[in-house]
């Protein structure tokens, strides 16, 4: 199966201004270990991934505007065709750095948003006043013309403020609302007492599909969960509801589950090219093999887009090619990224594969 992807996540740094409990990356102020390339190695991967396919790449990290040369890699990418985008924790935003992510053709910025109260989201991010740099950050962005995405991980310390997160994300003015639900990687494995559990999880989603019929405004997404399809899907049918969902310009396509290595992918600092954020295993690396190579020719993405061979309820499962399951949190939990999505309570028609 020969497709270019849509979007990719590029972590160019694992430095970090912030110590949020669930990073994936683990991220600090040094990041020991994994030290950042050079400019130059940067502006050598973008004619790499520029020379097969003309995706999203988001600058992400650790916190990329602790990176110099950020943008220069944002222009770079954009005078080869790219659409370049920025993920920040909102912190370190300020009118220079606006001034800067126009001049340099980003075309929209994300920005985590975890709780509608700085008690909660500077918790959340282990930092007092990220809260502030999160409403800094969206006024600075409205004045500039800088259209920017809310993103919003939630667990059970944070769980009950979906709705408020909701509300504010969208008075702040964002062009979209994500909800991430948590996948135990980095420093998220520290937290697994306070994962969502699967019955609350049917729950938010069910409240999401709800939401989302009256959402004209913003375009809203439930993020790592897959089977929110599913329950499009059968809530549509229930309610004969024809629900068709809109796409954002930069979005990553249209009504699917999981999209880690069938769409989308992530290069983390070191060249790795991972099936997604939350995916540790590598695919193969760009220091040693061509992107395309990787993403054409790589088992593990090969694996990944073979749904007949998925095993437990998601083999058996009808909404499989919809949905898919999370593979990361099939291999977080159950240590095989080809295993059943532990967090779907459906009980699927067919018997369930081995």
């Given at each position: 199966m020969e497709f270019a992807p849509k979007w990719i996540a590029w972590e160019i740094t694992?430095?970090?201004?912030?110590?949020?409990?669930?990073?994936?990356?683990?991220?600090?102020?040094?990041?020991?270990?994994?030290?950042?390339?050079?400019?130059?190695e940067a502006f050598r991967v973008i004619d790499d991934i520029s020379g097969y396919a003309k995706?999203?790449?988001?600058?992400?990290?650790?916190e990329p505007l602790m990176r110099k040369d950020v943008f220069e890699i944002a222009k770079y990418g954009t005078e080869k065709g790219l659409r370049m985008c920025l993920a920040?924790?909102?912190?370190?935003?300020?009118?220079?750095?606006?001034?800067?992510?126009?001049?340099?053709?980003?075309?929209?910025?994300?920005?985590?948003?975890?709780?509608?109260?700085?008690e909660v989201h500077d918790n959340f991010r282990n930092q007092k006043g990220a809260f502030q740099g999160i409403l800094n950050s969206a006024a600075l962005?409205?004045?500039?013309?800088?259209?920017?995405?809310?993103?919003?991980?939630?667990?059970?310390?944070?769980q009950e403020e979906i709705p408020k997160v909701y509300k504010l994300a969208k008075s702040l003015g964002a062009t979209a609302w994500y909800m991430f639900m948590i996948v135990p990687t980095g420093r998220g494995?520290?937290?697994?007492?306070?994962?969502?559990?699967?019955?609350?999880?049917?729950?938010?989603?069910n409240w999401h599909f709800d939401m989302e019929k009256d959402e004209h405004d913003m375009l809203v997404r439930p993020t790592c969960a897959p089977h929110y399809y599913r329950v499009v899907l059968q809530?549509?049918?229930?309610?004969?509801?024809?629900?068709?969902?809109?796409?954002?310009?930069?979005?990553?396509?249209?009504?699917?589950?999981?999209?880690?290595?069938?769409?989308?992918?992530?290069?983390?600092?070191?060249?790795?090219?991972?099936?997604?954020?939350?995916?540790?295993?590598?695919a193969g690396n760009i220091r040693q093999q061509s992107f395309k190579d990787i993403w054409e020719n790589s088992k593990l993405f090969k694996d990944m887009r073979d749904f007949k061979s998925y095993k437990g309820r998601c083999g058996s499962c009808e909404y499989v090619n919809v949905c898919g399951g999370c593979r990361a949190r099939a291999y977080a939990m159950e240590g095989d990224y080809m295993a059943e999505e532990p967090f779907c309570k459906h009980v699927p028609r067919r018997p369930s594969k081995k």
């Open positions: 694992r430095r970090c201004n912030l110590r949020c409990v669930h990073c994936r990356s683990s991220s600090e102020m040094e990041a020991k270990g994994h030290p950042d390339f050079t400019t130059e995706p999203v790449v988001v600058l992400s990290g650790g920040t924790n909102g912190s370190l935003v300020t009118e220079d750095i606006c001034g800067k992510i126009k001049e340099s053709g980003i075309r929209i910025v994300s920005m985590s948003l975890d709780g509608s109260t700085e962005f409205k004045k500039h013309g800088i259209e920017f995405i809310i993103n919003s991980s939630f667990t059970k310390r944070n494995e520290e937290i697994m007492n306070e994962l969502i559990s699967k019955e609350d999880y049917e729950e938010i989603l809530k549509s049918k229930e309610e004969g509801v024809k629900f068709e969902k809109r796409t954002l310009k930069f979005s990553t396509g249209g009504s699917k589950g999981c999209l880690a290595g069938q769409l989308i992918c992530l290069i983390d600092v070191d060249g790795n090219v991972l099936p997604c954020s939350y995916f540790p295993k590598a």
